[in-house]
């Protein structure tokens, strides 16, 4: 089957249309860093406000695990989505609830509501079916069709990611329809030599998709917090650095499939180590299997690749035909540890063919550090989305969607 488009959805005018977008954004103390996700939200939401659509745009924004913590608050989000469209956005401070229901009524065609952050109710990423489809029923409540624009969360099996669309006549935003058209190059007999970068936080995540891209991609090379992981597993001590030891057998097993199929894995040979998790914690660099050799000793934290790795790591990259990026690979939201993120993403510009950047942060790095946009060959919204769209798996957000 196909996707179903927002054509499939008929006349829209003084209709209630739920859009369910990614507007995780970064924020510190509650301005936004990087709006890219909002911004990537408006092209479908312009449609529908000239369609004559009365929109209810929900979202989630961190992961806030059920409670109403301030600072995931959507709020600042909804401010800086209108002065994007340059028209008034409302915002309903409860997802659910009289006054939200009040609010949606209130809408005219062509106006905006924002819902406060979906994770503020545990329902909204809960294990239960049940309990899911209690949130789902009550938000599907609130429109008369559904629009699943999120692509960085159709990985997810969440209420208004996989429920909602169910129960509504649903369809995808452009937004996914161009992510997925872009992710299809790489899927559909990429270019050689093929080659995916992985780094970031979401570790346990994350480690997960390899199994599935050893036999797809030639190199494969990690940086960020999940090389300590690898390097743990490979007997080397990483101080206070990231680390998941419940994973160690599986990446072992990792390391051995990359050798048996000639998948060159690529893991640093050196690392920066710092005294803490500070943006001007003291810091060294030193070899990858002596992160404790530091004056910090077992309190040594490592926060980015070093230089020797990210020259390596360059060339590869360089030197590739496809490469899809996700991950920074380092702490770059301290300038102290951002040099290996930004070597990576220089690389990545010079790629003579198809260079994807992917995820939240790893498209916030890469503007933070002075790139723009269009140096890149597609900036993905979606990290853990894209791998896993391109492990080949089916995404519970786009399965009911028709994909
Ligand atoms: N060595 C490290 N230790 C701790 N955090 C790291 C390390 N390297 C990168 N990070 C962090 O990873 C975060 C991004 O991870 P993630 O959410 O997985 O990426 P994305 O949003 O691009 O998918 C950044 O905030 C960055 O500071
Ligand atoms: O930031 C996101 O994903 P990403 O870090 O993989 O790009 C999405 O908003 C999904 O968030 P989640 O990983 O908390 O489900």
């Not at 597993?233 to 072992?252: I, M, N, T, Y």
Request: net charge negative; aromatic share 6%; proline share 4%.
């Amino acid at each position: 089957m196909a996707l179903r488009t927002l054509e499939s959805l008929g006349d829209l005018a003084g209709r209630r249309v739920i859009v369910r977008c990614d507007l995780n954004v970064p924020l510190k103390d509650g301005v936004i860093t990087d709006d890219g996700r909002v911004r990537a939200s408006l092209g479908t939401l312009r449609t529908l406000i000239e369609a004559g659509a009365r929109v209810v745009v929900i979202s989630h924004l961190g992961r806030p695990d059920g409670e109403a913590k301030p600072e995931y608050s959507l709020a600042p989000v909804a401010t800086r989505l209108g002065e994007l469209l340059g028209a008034a956005v409302a915002f309903a401070p409860e997802t659910t609830g009289e006054a939200t229901t009040s609010a949606v009524e209130a809408l005219s065609d062509g106006e905006v509501l924002v819902l406060e952050n979906l994770r503020y109710q545990a329902a909204e990423t809960s294990k239960s079916d049940e309990e899911r489809t209690a949130f789902a029923e009550q938000l599907a409540a609130l429109g008369d069709a559904f629009v699943s624009d999120g692509f960085g969360v159709v990985h997810r099996k969440q209420a208004s990611v996989f429920d909602l669309p169910q129960l509504l006549p649903s369809a995808a935003g452009t937004l996914i329809e161009t992510e997925l058209r872009v992710l299809d190059r790489l899927t559909e007999n990429p270019e050689r030599p093929y080659t995916v970068v992985l780094g970031g936080s979401k570790v346990s995540d994350k480690l997960g998709v390899i199994e599935h891209l050893l036999p797809r991609v030639d190199n494969l090379l990690i940086g960020g917090g999940m090389l300590f992981t690898f390097l743990k597993a490979q007997g080397h001590a990483v101080g206070k650095s990231l680390l998941e030891e419940d994973q160690l057998d599986r990446v072992r097993g990792y390391v051995r499939d990359a050798e048996a199929r000639g998948v060159r894995l690529i893991l640093p040979t050196d690392v920066v180590v710092a005294s803490g998790f500070a943006p001007d914690a003291e810091h060294a660099t030193v070899a990858a299997e002596s992160i404790e050799s530091t004056s910090f000793g077992s309190d040594g934290i490592g926060l980015d690749i070093g230089p020797e790795t990210a020259a390596a790591f360059a060339d590869v990259i360089a030197s590739s035909k496809t490469v899809f990026w996700n991950g920074p690979m380092g702490v770059f939201e301290f300038d102290a540890f951002a040099a290996g993120t930004r070597v990576v993403a220089d690389a990545l510009t010079r790629v003579d063919g198809l260079g994807v950047v992917g995820g939240g942060d790893s498209a916030s790095a890469v503007r933070a550090l002075g790139f723009d946009d269009e140096q890149f060959g597609h900036i993905s919204t979606g990290g853990g989305a894209s791998l896993e769209f391109l492990e080949g798996k089916s995404l519970p957000g786009l399965e009911v969607l028709g994909w």
